[in-house]
């Protein structure tokens, strides 16, 4: 249990014990409680009292499925407030068999020297100058550094938006077979690596050295159950599979919370050309893969590999919110266009749901049309290129908005909704508007607890209940990328004792009791760092609410608006 | 007895479970006017099956919901998302 300390202004490196007070912690929870901790609320996002913290889960590196989730921590050039963003791949279990419970990154260097953090099979770190790299988009620069390191290492780096300290700008990391396709890509992390010097981050997979579990048999049990339960489940053991998440197209289309040509409408009358069947039907039919395998450890398999007419690589993996962002939200039925630009956003290092908005926003008023998707594909390149107007595209759907004095700008503290209209599901209202990380689907993700079908019991047009259920949900997903865990094996915990094995698995690696009420717990502990991270920052309750455009605009073909009141909004927290 | 024809399209892996279900096209099934959701359910198997949403002409729908000569009729899966 180890943090590495770099320092990119002397280029210091020291391992440090992981403090005591934060024993028990990985993933988001560290991250949130350090940079609470450690950064000025007030700093510049791009200078060097901003601090970038990578963390594994606390079980990733274990033998536990699905637990290769890396968060990715630090104060947001896009929101203001503090961020966290969590990337599957490999590089989370990489670093956790190393025994590497967070890297640290601080400082500065100068703006125009670039480095590569290696760190060896030993858990050795060193800088290395990267400036032969300056600029290169990720795939490119994946294949020049796998072959200078070898290719058993995990990459992870930012591509030219992140080297423009762009707003939406990603951070890329390597998936199972060694592609630069997986992105923690909210609220411009990348920018806040670039701004470091650090091009990327380089970790040996050979590592032996996990953190020791104090009762490894009442985890192997524990953990053998939990991976029977997700495999078990029909989403998780056959939907995803054939489908991945893209399977979410059609049932939130129907539902008319699907957002379309900028949230104007809630039904996407191409919804079937982008959904899930017909995307794996694509797949199969020109020989690229389904069920694919994207992250170490996973038994789901929801990636894909998305290939071209004659069977050639376009991109991996292509998901939900993406086929919506350069879908639905910009008018585009094309998949291979839809495809085309995930594969430009990996490349260039992009967040794809903050860019299809940007796009969005941009066509809303009047830039080109909606569903002119080889405009959208024209916009990415320039924000490759580094355009005067790829850099306002590159500040994010808010920047656009500005540049156009275009009000209708589908953003919560700068940082653009997903793919779920909050007047069709008043939760995801709540969710978005308070949480600390900004519009954030997964921060509190309430969609079925608004659908009956699913088993929820709340009326998705109303307010009642939407609070309350934000909250829990809120808490649950603190928790929850504080241990790693994967969103979609949570199929896991709500099977038949499901929950009581996951909290085995935890109280076998800590040594310790740790109860339901120690997970909330930990939850609150992680949202009330954030919350007062964000207060120290200069946020208010005002900064708790949506744009006007849902409180004022009824969306089709329901013709609601957002109904939950501010008063209900701040008591979100009231725990 | 009047016969009414609904267009039914499947979604998620439902279609697994009907070996004649045309991915492109869906499927026609005829019913009694009067037949609701339910009945069109029963007709195609599914009555037992763990199922998310019906939806009647864009619209969610209950199972009991009646059904129309002409409606378009989608079922969808469980989901969970994030």
């Known amino acids: 249990m180890k943090v590495i300390r770099v320092d990119m202004t002397t280029k210091a490196i020291t391992d440090q014990a992981l403090p005591a007070e934060y024993a028990g912690l990985g993933g988001r929870g560290l991250t949130s409680t350090l940079i609470n901790a450690e950064v000025p609320a007030t700093c510049d996002p791009l200078g060097p009292e901003n601090r970038l913290i990578f963390a594994p889960g606390y079980l990733s590196g274990t033998t536990l499925i699905n637990t290769s989730r890396l968060s990715v921590g630090a104060k947001s050039p896009l929101t203001g407030g503090i961020k966290e963003s969590n990337v599957g791949g490999t590089v989370a279990a990489d670093l956790a068999k190393l025994g590497i419970t967070a890297v640290v990154v601080e400082g500065q260097a100068p703006a125009d020297e670039r480095y590569l953090l290696k760190i060896d099979g030993a858990g050795k770190a060193q800088l290395i100058d990267a400036g ?236 080109r049309p909606f569903g002119d998707a080889q405009s959208a594909i024209a916009m990415v390149a320039e924000i490759g290129r580094g355009t005067a107007f790829g850099k306002v595209l590159g500040g994010g759907p808010g920047a656009v908005g500005k540049h156009f004095n275009h009000q209708r700008v589908p953003v919560m503290k700068n940082q653009s909704m997903a793919a779920y209209d909050p007047r069709a599901l008043q939760g995801m209202a709540v969710t978005y508007a308070t949480s600390p990380m900004g519009g954030d689907h997964t921060a509190g993700w309430v969609v079925d607890k608004n659908l009956e079908a699913f088993g929820g019991t709340l009326d998705r047009f109303s307010a009642e209940g939407q609070v309350e259920a934000s909250r829990d949900t809120q808490i649950h997903m603190a928790a929850v990328d504080t241990v790693g865990l994967c969103d979609f094996a949570q199929s896991g915990l709500a099977a038949k004792g499901g929950f009581d094995h996951f909290l085995t698995m935890i109280s076998a690696k800590l040594g310790q009791p740790f109860t339901k009420a120690d997970w909330r717990d930990l939850g609150r502990r992680v949202l009330t760092a954030e919350r007062d991270f964000n207060r120290r920052a200069g946020f208010t309750r005002e900064d708790d609410r949506l744009p006007k455009m849902f409180y004022t605009e009824p969306l089709p073909p329901h013709n609601k608006v957002v109904v939950v009141s501010a008063e209900q909004m701040d008591q979100t927290f009231d725990f | 007895m009047c016969e009414i024809l609904v267009r039914v399209k499947l979604y998620g892996t439902l279609h697994k479970r009907l070996a004649a279900y045309d991915a492109e096209n869906g499927l026609s099934i005829v019913l009694r006017e009067g037949d609701g959701v339910q009945a069109l359910l029963t007709r195609l198997g599914l009555g037992q099956v763990r199922l998310g949403f019906i939806s009647v002409d864009g619209r969610l729908v209950t199972g009991d919901a009646p059904l129309h000569d002409g409606a378009r009729v989608r079922i969808f899966q469980p989901i969970f998302g994030g």
């Open chain 1, 132 to 367: 032969e790299y300056k600029g290169m988009r990720t795939y490119g620069f994946v294949k020049k550094v796998k072959a200078a390191c070898g290719e058993r290492n995990s990459v992870t780096c930012i591509g030219p938006a992140g080297e423009f300290q762009m707003a939406i700008a990603s951070i890329q990391t390597t998936d199972f077979d060694g592609r630069p396709c997986r992105a923690a890509g909210r609220g411009g992390l990348g920018a806040v690596m670039g701004s470091k010097g650090l091009k990327a981050l380089v970790v040996d997979q050979g590592g032996k050295n996990p953190d020791t579990l104090v009762d490894p048999e009442a985890f192997k049990a524990s953990a053998k159950a939990f991976a029977q339960a997700v495999k078990a489940d029909e989403f998780s053991g056959e939907i995803l599979p054939e489908l991945g998440t893209a399977a979410l197209v059609g049932p939130i289309n129907e539902a008319g919370a699907l957002p379309t040509c900028n949230a104007t409408q809630g039904q996407f009358a191409g919804a079937d050309k982008i959904s899930g069947e017909t995307l794996a039907k694509t797949i199969k039919a020109r020989g690229g893969k389904t069920t694919h395998k994207g992250c170490a450890n996973c038994i789901i398999n929801c990636s894909n590999e998305y290939v071209d007419q004659d069977g050639g690589y376009v991109t991996s993996s292509l998901e939900y919110e993406t086929i919506w962002s350069m879908g639905a939200m910009i008018g585009n039925d094309d998949l291979d266009a839809i495809a085309r630009l995930d594969f430009l956003c990996d490349d260039i290092g992009l967040d794809t749901i903050s860019t299809g908005v940007a796009i969005g926003v941009a066509m809303d008023a009047g830039y």
